[in-house]
């Protein structure tokens, strides 16, 4: 056999699949013309239920299970390219005019989870030279400051590298419908802090954030006495509790700068179970912004319920030659087993394709939302 007659062949059949193709899709503008004229919606489900019988039958045996996949996806490129000649597609999904600055400013009022001393606290210095910090005491709370205008950013975090996913944070974005403006990175120590003169055999009780508990598991589990673990609100807060408390047999696991803040002395350094533990904060505004040079963007998407939804999506932003950098589900609130998908994209609002990546996907979701799109640092 030689291959290159075998290819000049294949190549000879794609010409005409190409021909054919590029005729069905005039055809299709026909029908997107007749549907708008006549106010019907472009996905007729029954019709392609029945093409997809019709042509099944049309093959030949050794064939048939090759014909459904395919001509799904001719048929969503056809309905593709009529919602593009509608126009109707994305409208409304991504905000027509982005404000663009080069930074953030200077000295914004940010409000930030927690007490000082709280990683908050850190992603917040890091991000702003000079801001005017407004504390409260909930994720919840940092929501409703940058919603009601009190402030202009809002300091969040998102997901650790060991834990994984903050999901308060997730279902705050969705619901509030804020926007990130720029993301950061930072290494998390976490250090096991007490009272001075209190050593490690005489703790029977750990204070720290719940997801920095889950980040030192293994730590926690082999400490000479068996600990209670109990989640405070913060890292920060627990650190203060210990320092408040008249206990001799309570520890913190906090941060290096929480140990002089609040007094208290470093038993261990470093006690998460996997060294290189980062976590990924967030800054929310109120509108969309491009900050500097965004590099990614956030979406949130709800697909039909029905085999291949999630993939026809990702398909599309496969075939734009788009990078997904996160696929993330969450259930839907107040729903059994139904999930939306966050998913971050290496393309922006100054991208070419971002435009055609909206326009594509937002008729396959029965739900499309903009986060924002930002750049990530890191510290
Ligand atoms: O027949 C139609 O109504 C079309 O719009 C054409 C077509 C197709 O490409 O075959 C595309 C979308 C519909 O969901 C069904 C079929």
Request: net charge negative; charged share 30%; proline share 6%.
């Given at each position: 056999m030689d291959l290159s007659i075998s290819r000049a062949r294949i190549d000879e059949i794609d010409a005409q699949i190409i021909e054919l193709f590029e005729r069905r899709m005039h055809i299709a503008a026909d029908v997107a013309a007749y549907k708008r004229a006549t106010g019907k919606p472009v996905l007729d489900k029954a019709r392609e239920a029945a093409k997809i019988d019709k042509a099944t039958e049309l093959a030949s045996d050794e064939f048939k299970k090759f014909i459904p996949p395919l001509f799904s996806m001719m048929m969503e490129m056809s309905r593709a390219y009529q919602h593009s000649l509608l126009d109707d597609g994305s409208e409304g999904v991504v905000p027509a005019a982005i404000d663009e600055v080069?930074?953030?400013?200077?000295a914004a009022h940010v409000a930030v989870q927690g007490v000082e001393g709280a990683y908050q606290h850190i992603a917040c210095r890091e991000l702003f030279v000079d801001p005017d910090i407004v504390f409260v005491p909930t994720f919840d709370a940092v929501a409703d400051a940058v919603e009601e205008g009190r402030v202009e950013y809002g300091i969040l975090p998102l997901e650790?590298?060991?834990?994984?996913?903050?999901d308060r944070v997730y279902d705050l974005l969705y619901k509030r419908g804020l926007y990130i403006a720029r993301a950061i990175t930072l290494r998390i120590n976490h250090d096991l802090l007490a009272k001075p003169g209190v050593e490690e055999s005489d703790i029977v009780e750990v204070f720290s954030h719940e997801q920095a508990l889950r980040q030192c598991t293994d730590f926690i589990a082999q400490m000479p006495n068996e600990v209670t673990s109990t989640a405070c609100r913060n890292t920060a807060m627990a650190a203060s509790s210990v320092a408040n408390?008249?206990?001799?047999?309570v520890a913190a696991i906090s941060s290096t700068a929480c140990a002089e803040l609040y007094g208290l002395n470093v038993l261990q350094h470093a006690i998460q179970d996997e060294a290189d533990n980062f976590t990924r904060f967030i800054c929310v505004a109120k509108k969309p912004q491009l900050v500097g040079v965004p590099e990614r963007s956030s979406l949130l998407l709800i697909t039909p319920h029905e085999a291949g939804a999630l993939f026809r999506v990702l398909s599309r932003i496969a075939a734009l030659g788009v990078n997904m950098l996160k696929l993330e589900s969450r259930p839907i609130p107040g729903s059994e087993f139904e999930f939306m998908f966050y998913v971050d994209i290496e393309c922006t609002p100054n991208d070419a394709a971002f435009d055609e990546v909206i326009a594509q996907i937002e008729p396959l979701c029965d739900s499309l939302a903009y986060l924002g799109s930002y750049a990530e640092v890191s510290a």
């Open positions: 080069a930074e953030l400013p200077a650790n590298s060991t834990a994984g996913t903050v408390s008249e206990r001799r047999d």
